[in-house]
């Protein structure tokens, strides 16, 4: 069966620093991946998303991440945070075996930004 | 910019009880959603909902839960006899027939006393 991993539970930052969030997917074939943000009391926004082709791929809020089959890897990175990226972070990739592109989430990764 | 969303944002309940959680999705969207995330665990699956019928669902949603959609806007989400593990926050998603990414809705968070 699919699966998510996102290793880190939370994570701390200053302002200003570079972010990467790690997410690792278990699937045989080429997945639709995606990333999440919910700040306190949203709903989940979409980030960005892969289907396929470039292996970077640049989203909404300065957020870009990677595919690298090899690793099984789609993390996100920043290269500067604001305190407004506080929030909690979700990787997700569509279930295939489904009928209906439902997702298969990670557990989430909480980001703390300090000043 | 079109949004999902979802009704009440917080519903408390008593054991037993049935509850009806409302979700609007985008409104040209044809695949509809519920997931739910109990505290500290994953966003689930629950089930998916097409051409007015359930389309997949997973081994959660069981015959204490139900879908509808009464009307062309709404997308409701019924438990019939909550227990105390039904608390968590239900999302409501939807997205078009071609794409794969879905749209979410800010959540109802039930808790079940």
């Known amino acids: 069966a699919q699966s998510v991993t996102q290793p880190d539970i939370h994570i701390t930052v200053s302002e200003g620093a570079s972010l990467e969030l790690r997410c690792n997917y278990s699937?045989?074939?080429?997945?639709?991946l995606f990333w999440y943000v919910q700040s306190p009391g949203q709903g989940l926004q979409l980030l960005l998303k892969?289907?396929?082709?470039?292996?970077l791929v640049q989203g909404i809020k300065g957020f870009e991440a990677e595919f690298k089959r090899s690793q099984s890897s789609f993390n996100l990175r920043k290269p500067s945070v604001h305190w407004s990226d506080a929030a909690e972070y979700f990787c997700?990739?569509?279930?295939?075996?489904?009928?209906?592109?439902?997702?298969?989430f990670g557990k989430g990764t909480k980001l703390s930004v300090k000043p | 910019e079109p949004e999902v969303t979802q009704t009440p944002s917080h519903q408390v309940t008593q054991m037993g009880q049935e509850v009806i959680l409302r979700c609007v999705p985008i409104?040209?969207?044809?695949?509809f959603y519920w997931y739910r995330q109990i505290l500290g665990q994953k966003v689930e699956f629950l089930v998916s909902?097409?051409?007015?019928?359930?389309?997949?669902k997973s081994e959660i949603f069981d015959d204490q839960f139900s879908v509808e959609r009464p009307d062309g806007s709404n997308f409701t989400l019924k438990i019939r006899s909550t227990k105390l593990e039904d608390s968590a926050m239900y999302f409501c998603?939807?997205?078009?027939?071609?794409?794969?990414?879905?749209?979410f809705g800010p959540g109802t968070r039930l808790t079940v006393t």
């Open positions: 699937y045989g074939a080429t997945p639709y």
């Open positions: 998603a939807s997205k078009t027939g071609t794409a794969y990414e879905q749209y």
């Open positions: 909902f097409y051409n007015n019928e359930i389309s997949e």
């Open positions: 409104s040209n969207h044809l695949y």
């Open positions: 892969y289907f396929s082709g470039d292996t």
């Open positions: 997700a990739v569509v279930d295939l075996w489904g009928s209906q592109g439902n997702l298969i």
